[in-house]
Each structure stands twice: as structure tokens, then as C-alpha cells.
Antibody
Framework: QVQLVESGGGVVQPGRSLRLSCAAS????????MHWVRQAPGKGLEWVAV????????YYADSVKGRFTISRDDPKNTLYLQMNSLRAEDTAVYYC??????????????WGQGTLVTVSS | QSVLTQPPSVSAAPGQKVTISCSGS????????VSWYQQLPGTAPKLLIY???KRPSGIPDRFSGSKSGTSATLGITGLQTGDEADYYC???????????FGGGTKLTVL
């Protein structure tokens, strides 16, 4: 069965960096696009970034462009989100989610359980 | 402020039907497929509808989706107390090259 398990969340000071990981299993990871979606406490869902199945395309929300980088390691079946210059407004639960196809479908058929990132001094 | 507009809340009695609307523009809903997600309290979202009106395996046919122009609708029939959750619409915005969601709708089954 498809499983996505995020890790790497925690408390970090403003301006610092953090890297999230998402370990995938139960499907051919290299055949699917992958996304990060976040949810601030008590708020709605916010799409963050997508990477195509082959890594050829990456797109970001304006709110994180230039600060966050999505990447993937197919031999390790792992998705990453490198977050730099963190701000208080980046505080959220971060979910990794599988794209319905190779990256451009923008529907999310499987989700991880999420990892909480808290940006605070 | 979300790109897609949903009502903050809807309510209905058990066994009844409810619809949740999602309004966008030509750059998102008007030219892309819409998906819908259910988020039960304290859990990750779950895909209910994709490609406007398709249900993943395991999703009961009480849940349905439709799209017309720049708006989409999620329908739920035979409401159960277990359907109480937040519901989100989502799609791609071609002008932003980004995914977008509605602000979410809280469903209360009275």
C-alpha cells in the first residue's frame, strides 16, 4: 500500500533553515510527481511546491519562491523540501502528497501524516 | 485570501443532501480539472473527487462532483455524522503555474 512518511519538522528560529524529508513506499516513486502542501494552525490548505516525476520541472508558490527548494532522490524513494530564511508565517504542518500523474495533474491522491514546523524565537 | 472561493460553513440534517460550491476564474477552474478533499479533525486530507467528477476507489457514490464554467460543486447525499469535516476544492492555476485551494468549508451534520 502507498505510504508517505514526513520527517524533519521542529522548532526553528526566524531566518534559519530546515530540511524536510518524505519517505515513499508502496509505489514506483520515480513515476510520479510529488508536492508539498502546508496548513497553518487553524487555517486552510496552501499548496507549496511540485516536482515533476523526472525532476525536469519545479514550481513554487509565490510565498516561498526563492527561499524553498523541492528536490527528490529516486534511488532513496525520498522527497525533500529545503526551507531557508524561515519566517513566522511559515509555521504550519507540512504534508507531502503524490500527484495523480507525472506532476502536472495537480490532484493529490495520497498524503502523508504531516510534520509540524514552528518558526519562533 | 484564497484564489478559490468556498462558503465557510454549511449544515444539514442526517440523511439529507448538501452541496458545497467552489468559485474561481478562467485561469484556474475554467481551464483545469477540479479535485475535492475531505479533512477529518486532526487528520491529513483525503481525496474525494478528481477530474471534476471521478471518485477514487473506496469513495462511496454518496459523494459527487460537477463543474460548470468557472465554478465547481461537491454534492454529498445521505449525510452521516461521520461526514462532519472540512472540505476543500483544489485545482491548478495556469497563470500562476501553481496549485490553488479554496479556503475550506466546514460541514456540520446537525
Amino acid at each position: 500500500q502507498v505510504q508517505l512518511v514526513e520527517s524533519g519538522g521542529g522548532v526553528v528560529q526566524p531566518g534559519r533553515s530546515l530540511r524536510l524529508s518524505c519517505a515513499a513506499s508502496g509505489f514506483t516513486f520515480s513515476g510520479f510527481g510529488m508536492h508539498w502542501v502546508r496548513q497553518a494552525p487553524g487555517k486552510g490548505l496552501e499548496w507549496v511546491a511540485v516536482i515533476w516525476y523526472d525532476g525536469s520541472k519545479r514550481y513554487y508558490a509565490d510565498s516561498v519562491k526563492g527561499r524553498f527548494t523541492i528536490s527528490r532522490d529516486d534511488p532513496k524513494n525520498t522527497l525533500y523540501l529545503q526551507m531557508n530564511s524561515l519566517r513566522a508565517e511559515d509555521t504550519a504542518v507540512y504534508y507531502c502528497a503524490r500527484d495523480g500523474g507525472r506532476g502536472g495533474y495537480f490532484f493529490f491522491d495520497y498524503w502523508g501524516q504531516g510534520t509540524l514546523v514552528t518558526v519562533s524565537s | 485570501q484564497s484564489v478559490l472561493t468556498q462558503p465557510p460553513s454549511v449544515s444539514a440534517a442526517p440523511g439529507q443532501k448538501v452541496t458545497i460550491s467552489c468559485s474561481g476564474s478562467s485561469s484556474n477552474i475554467g481551464n483545469n480539472y477540479v479535485s475535492w478533499y475531505q479533512q477529518l479533525p486532526g487528520t491529513a486530507p483525503k481525496l474525494l473527487i478528481y477530474d471534476n467528477n471521478k471518485r477514487p476507489s473506496g469513495i462511496p457514490d454518496r459523494f459527487s462532483g460537477s463543474k460548470s464554467g468557472t465554478s465547481a460543486t461537491l454534492g454529498i447525499t445521505g449525510l452521516q455524522t461521520g461526514d462532519e469535516a472540512d472540505y476543500y476544492c483544489g485545482t491548478c492555476d495556469s497563470s500562476l503555474s501553481a496549485g490553488v485551494f479554496g479556503g475550506g468549508t466546514k460541514l456540520t451534520v446537525l
